[in-house]
């Protein structure tokens, strides 16, 4: 959906850390016609650098090149990962952040961070949403507007 939606010459990566994943969104990314939109990197941006060195050597991921992310693997990875985003400087005044499952299973430091940048780096709204496939767990997910 989100390949779908994105404007003419825009294109969505996917970082996955399984390898077997990765190649099971390659093949529904083909099926949708998408492929020529969408790619799939297997790796983990907390790799030590691996990961992020081939997303800026094979992918072009320089300095205020990323409009959107989301984020939504491991929880207590979140606010490490958005920081070697900020460090290698991918995103620029405007790029929007996503962030699921902050409240459930939860992701406290992440929403610490942008609690106390808010109005400073980030200009960050909450909105309510619930866990996946169901509807009985509420949950929230934060969109972040970087400021810098």
Known sequence: RMAQKLSNGGHLYSVEFSADN????RRIIDHAGLSDRVTVVVGSLGDGGKTAEALQKDHGFNSGTVDFVFVDHAKDAYLPDLNLILQKEWLHNGSVVVADN?????A???QAYMDDQ???????QSHKSY??????????MLESTYMG
């Open 108 to 110: 406290p430091d992440y």
């Open 118 to 124: 808010e109005g400073k780096l980030w200009k960050t």
């Open 131 to 140: 866990v996946e496939y169901q509807s009985m767990i509420p949950d929230i």
């Open 22 to 25: 990765a190649a099971l969104a």
């Open 102 to 106: 902050i409240k459930f299973p939860g």
